[in-house]
């Protein structure tokens, strides 16, 4: 087990490799950089561009230099734990993003157990309770929540906050926290507002599991093992806990792989919609203005935890289900 | 028919009532080559070919023939939407700014008239400076149809003034109300539906295609081919996502038409799409390559091109089209929030994410609620392929 662990872990350094060239090139792709950017909205605002400033910049970015080498200059900075310069907040992007990635990550965990806690059991009720008017509801809604945008749901459910509880909208604190230490009253501001972003960010991603733990949950149902331990006189109740839920729980792990990156933006959208302080719209605003260390290290973190999810539900499922087994046979 | 349990020819009736049979023999001859009649419907059902089996389950997938239908209106409209709209998507009327959606009225002073529009009251208030409609019931407007009216170019190459639907000589006609420009909210969705339902489509068939290729190579030769697809693969798949459509779609130049940027997105959503589909083509074939006439056809001097495409892949074509279908609806909430996010399509060109645009802050909500109905035809779009996807997969499922 060990050794396969330090074996993944070894494959993971080439993978992040070819993961922050490949997001190197594409964020490197439109004509120009940050500081052509910065520059001509300096002039079109009529301010003076201190050029000595701007060719300062140019020089220790290395912005100056062909591709390739900036590509290099920017992975041994991250090598030595720097990540680079936000051009846009003057800042070193680590400070930028140190700054959102809290409440970033309290949103998302949030929201995560929001899935797993409504998804759970409604999906255990439907798949118990095949075709009956419950069923049918929750299929529907569940439905409906996959096919709606969610930034949409966003702006509906902020107005009827707005309208009907009085709830101040956007955000993720009240303004005048906003560049406040933490305090125990900010944290409550904090707690207030999340009830609507995590509402609407849950929706998809709980109508998603609810449709795959159910009817995972229904295949289970079928199987002879399940007849065979009624037959024997097991109880009902304790004979589902006991397999076939535990069998269905596989889509629970398996996600973790696309759900641990959506703890840092899987929300972008919605965050964009409810001006939440969250890295979503960093990124958004990053890649638009061509902040390129900023955009770049957003996404190689997401990158990062994708493959870091990957091998933390394979063991996980390997943990659950001893049916799976990590050495030989799973490559093929 | 083959392994249909034989049976005794014709069976002399039963002792009746309780008694003991004891053991029992039939005295009949024992036909060794009998096998029961079929009926007319069994003999239909046996000797069908395959994609009239994959129909007959279909039709009893209720939802999924009801969302076939569906998407056959929604790509007609794609088809004819210059002639279904009743205005050109970008002719402005600055007399209705924000005007909210009309009623369509039948009778007018309990006279049947058809449908039609009452002309409006148009006033500013400027306490709150809004423009306030309302109905000015003396006068009808009756729609027109099969009329003269706003000029186009059907698909950018014939010029015509020909529409299914014209508001009165004088009058105006928005069911669906109107924008910040005074621009027609239903013409505007018809023309969006073009782009938005089109992504999907062209994006699946290049990532279809891309799949088969890259998979059926993989799957067929196995060896270093398999192994480097593998790895491509994984890689594609390390990436995440929506922030990768972002990077992408931010790196397609600003000054392209809307056509080149429309193409460049769904090569886009192409290129992160293949690598599922290539994963499933490749695990099949590595299967099927190993059946008895894939052996044959290769003996017979099948060259590996023709014996994936002409032998293998038809196997499982219909899976792969239904699974196909169902990552459409993917596509087409990503094309909106892309060009929600201002990423994607831009302006002049309609598309349903474009319309949303408009409804992107909460005064829109509060006050022009109306801008908010290009997510009708998504949320239909993206259900209908879903439970068309769900049906196709059932039908195409021999095992079920």
């Not at chain 2, 999924?64 to 409209?77: K, N, Q």
């Not at chain 2, 589909?277 to 190993?290: F, I, T």
């Not at chain 2, 892309?338 to 349903?352: D, E, I, N, T, Y």
Request: hydrophobic residues 50%.
């Amino acid at each position: 087990m060990l050794s396969y662990i330090f074996r993944r872990l070894l494959l993971m350094i080439p993978t992040l490799l070819c993961i922050s060239a490949v997001v190197f090139i594409i964020i490197q792709l439109p004509p120009g950089d940050y500081l052509e950017t910065y520059i001509s909205e300096l002039r079109a605002s009529g301010e003076q561009v201190s050029l000595e400033r701007v060719a300062f910049m140019r020089e220790e970015y290395g912005l100056d230099q062909p591709v390739l080498s900036q590509y290099f200059f920017w992975l041994s900075g991250i090598l030595h734990g720097d990540f680079g310069y936000s051009f846009e907040y003057n800042q070193p992007v680590l400070d930028v993003i140190g700054e959102r990635l809290p409440l970033n990550v309290l949103l998302n965990l949030t929201t995560l157990c929001f899935i797993y806690i409504v998804s759970f059991p409604i999906a255990f009720y439907s798949a118990i309770n095949q075709y009956s008017i419950g069923d049918y509801t929750f299929s529907l809604l569940g439905f409906l929540g996959l096919a709606t945008p969610n930034f949409l749901l966003a702006l509906v459910l902020l107005w009827l906050a707005n309208a009907w509880l009085g709830v101040s909208v956007g955000g993720l604190m009240a303004p005048e926290y906003i560049d406040a230490p933490w305090s125990w009253a900010k944290m409550g501001s904090v707690l207030t507002h999340l009830g609507v972003p995590v509402l609407v960010i849950g929706t998809s991603g709980t109508a998603s599991m609810i449709r795959r733990l159910r009817a995972n949950l229904l295949d289970e149902l079928q199987k002879q093992y399940v007849v065979t331990g009624l037959a024997k006189g097991l109880p009902r109740w304790r004979l589902l806990l006991k397999y076939p839920v535990r069998m269905s729980l596989n889509p629970f792990i398996a996600d973790i792989g696309t759900i641990l990156p959506s703890v840092v933006s899987g929300s972008s959208l919605v965050a964009v919609v409810m001006s939440l302080q969250t890295l979503g719209p960093l990124l958004v605003r990053a890649l638009q203005s061509q902040d390129m260390y900023l955009a770049g290290t957003i996404v190689m973190l997401e990158a990062f935890l994708v493959v870091l999810g990957v091998l933390v539900s394979d063991l996980m499922l390997a943990w659950l289900d001893p049916r799976i087994r990590l050495q030989g046979g799973l490559r093929r | 028919m083959n392994g249909a349990p034989m049976t005794q020819g014709s069976q002399p009736p039963l002792p009746a009532g309780d008694e003991d049979l004891g053991h029992w023999v039939s005295n009949e001859p024992f036909d060794a080559t009998y096998q029961p009649a079929l009926s007319p419907a069994q003999q239909r059902y046996y000797s069908a070919p395959q994609w009239k089996l994959i129909w007959w389950k279909f039709r009893r997938h209720r939802l999924a023939v009801v969302s076939a239908g569906l998407l056959a209106v929604l790509y007609f409209i794609v088809i004819f939407a210059e002639m279904l709209a009743p205005y050109a998507p970008d002719s402005r009327n600055s007399q209705y700014i924000y005007a909210p959606p009309q009623r369509i009225h039948l009778f007018h002073e309990g006279e049947f008239l058809g449908p039609f529009v009452y002309g409006d009251h148009r006033k500013l208030d400027m306490e709150v400076l809004r423009r306030i409609y309302t109905e000015n019931t003396a006068k009808p407007h009756p729609v027109r149809f099969f009329c003269q009216g706003d000029k186009y170019r059907f698909w950018g190459m014939v010029e015509a003034r020909f529409h299914v639907i014209c508001p009165a000589k004088d009058g105006v006609f928005y069911p669906l109300g109107t924008d910040r420009l005074g621009r027609d909210q239903l013409s505007r969705i018809l023309y969006g539906a073009r782009v938005s339902l089109t992504v999907g489509l062209v994006g699946i068939v290049l990532s279809m295609t891309l799949g088969i290729l890259i998979g059926g190579a993989a799957g067929y030769y196995g060896g270093w081919a398999d192994l480097i697809t593998q790895r491509i693969i994984e890689l594609l798949r390390s990436f995440p996502e929506l922030p990768l459509w972002m990077a992408l779609s931010a790196a397609l130049p600003a000054t392209w038409s809307p056509v080149t940027t429309f193409f460049g997105i769904t090569i886009i959503f192409a290129l992160l799409d293949w690598t599922g589909l290539a994963r499933a083509v490749r695990s099949k074939l590595l299967s099927l390559r190993e059946e008895d006439f894939a052996m044959a056809a290769s003996l017979m001097g099948g060259r590996p091109h023709r014996i994936i495409y002409r032998h293998l892949v038809p196997n499982f074509m219909s899976h792969l089209i239904a699974s196909a279908t169902l990552s459409i609806p993917s596509m087409i909430l990503g094309e909106t929030a892309l060009s929600f996010l201002g990423l994607g399509l831009r302006p002049p060109a309609v598309s349903w994410g474009v319309l949303l645009v408009e409804a992107q802050n909460l005064n829109v909500v509060a006050l022009y609620p109306w801008l908010m109905l290009p997510v009708v035809p998504v949320v239909l779009a993206v259900l209908a392929f879903n439970f068309l996807g769900d049906g196709l997969r059932d039908a195409a499922d021999p095992y079920h």
